[in-house]
């Protein structure tokens, strides 16, 4: 005697949707979390070499601002809000003197099983004043 089937292929097929969803939202995390590394990553360098060759022998030495406006510029796609930069330069803005520009932002991941509080991603960049 044959068993009746119904309904089985309707559980297999919510129990496939579930791991197959779950995998593709875990895909999607750690790929907005690269992204956002790698944009990170980006500002930090770019920032810093702005800073570099627009030190006080340039004539127009960059300010923090400016180079906070230079990080920002390189930020797509994020919420610039939740993004930290700050600039040092030692001792001074004179050419061989170094700049150091940290780019940090807060990212809060959608899945609770990759952290349930915000993680902040940062990179320090530090350049040689050229001018």
């Known amino acids: 005697m044959r068993r ?17 969803l779950t995998l593709l939202a ?6 907005l979390i690269g992204f956002a590394y790698n944009s990170v990553c980006f500002a930090a ?7 570099a060759i627009r030190g006080n022998a340039s004539g127009h030495p ?5 180079v906070q406006a230079e ?3 390189y930020i797509t796609c994020l919420d610039t809000t939740a ?3 700050t600039t040092t330069w030692t001792p001074d803005k004179n050419p061989g003197s170094t700049v150091q520009v940290n780019v940090a932002y807060r990212l809060t991941p959608f899945l609770v099983t990759v952290s349930s509080s915000a993680m902040t991603l940062q ?3 530090r350049q040689i004043i050229v001018q």
């Open 83 to 85: 993004l930290t930069v």
């Open 71 to 73: 990080a920002l510029s």
């Open 26 to 31: 875990g895909i999607l995390q750690f790929g």
């Open 62 to 66: 960059a300010l923090t601002a400016d």
């Open 45 to 51: 360098h770019r920032a810093a070499r702005f800073a």
């Open 123 to 125: 990179s320090t960049s």
């Open 4 to 20: 009746p089937k119904r309904g089985s292929t309707l559980v297999e097929s919510a129990i496939v949707t579930t791991v197959f």
